[in-house]
RNA sequence: GGCGUAGUAGCCAAGAUAGCAAGGCAAAGCUCUGCAAAAGCUUUAUGCGGCGGUGCAAAUCCGCCCUACGCCU
């Protein structure tokens, strides 16, 4: 396919808090887009506040196009259609590849159409499997050789991996049990784990970047996590918890809920030896702020790899709205 | 004023019988083939409140001083 040929599609990434959502929108509706959520935990259905979720429009906001956009379980915010948001129940595992699948079946409709598919979220190995089109195995978790292998010490584990695939034991790191144990479930299934493949993309994508200063950000995360647990963060775990979501699994779902879920238990993160983390409503404030900070830290490592992404003041909407014309002309 | 206890990196904290200062958190830098808000890697005290003393050798023993907390008058 010529490259002029391809579809384009727009993708709004950046870390966390840098009003990525915002620019969505302002873009779909400026460009006639739909917005496709590239968020690992918007899609689970009940995490709301917590992880900043947009806001439905409420119903009578609605008109024929949206009415449309509805029938394919669209989310609407602004009258924006709103993609992989609230599609899973927290309870459940929801992968890159699912997410990978989905998106790319959402793209595909957004694009018959004839509108623009805007791609918006700080989830930065997902927006990779769609901007490199990276292949990966169909291989799904097994809970039960997981089960069994969380057990096996490094030494084990690489003596496994060894065993089935002495290729990847060279390339995976070798420390990382996470990473041993996914190895050693694929090479299990498949015989061996086969080469990360890349696909050209069939898209031409423009990915937008959204940078703070880190005094803008770390000002920007504490305000915000103020105002979220001013909105009732803390209830919304308390309701989940009520309603049958696990500790164990809160905690797996990270940052806010993760600390949440310790926080109502009364328990300490096993890594904090010095305790008093989260003890306290004051401790277990600052503990999820530097944890956000943190994680906005290795988002922001993540997209530097991405030598393509056009960074920008989320100040500096000219400019960004130059650099979307040029693309779209 | 007297007695007691404590004072180790930004925070928490281990350092019987003196022998070259654990660990965790934070910070900084990184890695990435299905949980990615995950997991992992690297770096980070020539110095142990201060000043002296005794030792081949002191964070560890002795003296004085400073600070904090507790108790007593």
Not at 37 to 58: E, F, H, M, N, W
Not at 208 to 232: F, V
Request: aromatic share 8%.
């Amino acid at each position: 396919m010529e490259n002029a040929m391809k579809p384009k599609v727009v993708v709004v990434l950046g870390p966390t808090a840098t009003g990525k959502s915002d620019l969505a929108v302002k873009i779909a509706k400026k460009y006639n887009g739909e917005v496709i959520s590239a968020d690992s935990r918007q899609v689970y259905r009940g995490l709301d506040i917590g992880t900043g979720k947009i806001t439905p429009d409420t119903k009578n906001s609605s008109n024929f196009s949206i009415g449309q956009a509805k029938k394919e379980g669209a989310f609407m915010h602004k009258k924006i259609p709103h993609y992989l948001i609230d599609v899973v129940s927290p309870s459940k595992v929801f992968t890159v590849v699912d997410w990978k699948k989905e998106t790319e079946k959402k793209m595909l409709e957004i694009i018959s159409r004839r509108k623009l598919p805007i791609i918006c979220g700080g989830t930065g190995f997902y927006i990779q499997s769609i901007v490199d089109g990276i292949v990966l195995p169909e291989v799904p978790p097994n809970k039960r050789l997981r089960k069994k292998l969380e057990k096996k010490s490094l030494i084990e584990l690489n003596t496994i991996l060894k065993k089935l695939d002495p290729e990847r034991l060279k390339t995976v790191d070798r420390n990382n049990p996470v990473r041993l144990i996914r190895a050693i479930e694929i090479a299990t299934a498949l015989g061996n784990v086969p080469k990360l493949k890349k696909q050209k993309s069939p898209y031409q994508i423009l990915q937008i970047g959204l940078k703070l200063s880190d005094n803008e950000m770390k000002t920007k995360i504490y305000e915000r996590l103020i105002s979220r647990i001013k909105k009732g963060m803390i209830q919304e775990a308390e309701n989940l918890h009520k309603n049958g979501l696990s500790f164990k699994r809160m905690r797996e779902l990270g940052l806010e809920y993760r600390y949440l879920a310790y926080f109502l238990e009364k328990k300490q993160p096993l890594k904090a030896s010095s305790g008093r983390m989260t003890k306290n409503k004051k401790d277990f404030i600052k503990k999820l702020e530097t944890e956000i900070w943190r994680y906005s830290k290795r988002q922001r490592l993540w997209f530097k790899r991405d030598k393509k992404i056009k960074w920008f003041s989320p100040k500096n909407l000219k400019e960004i709205e130059k650099e979307i014309h040029k693309f779209l002309d």
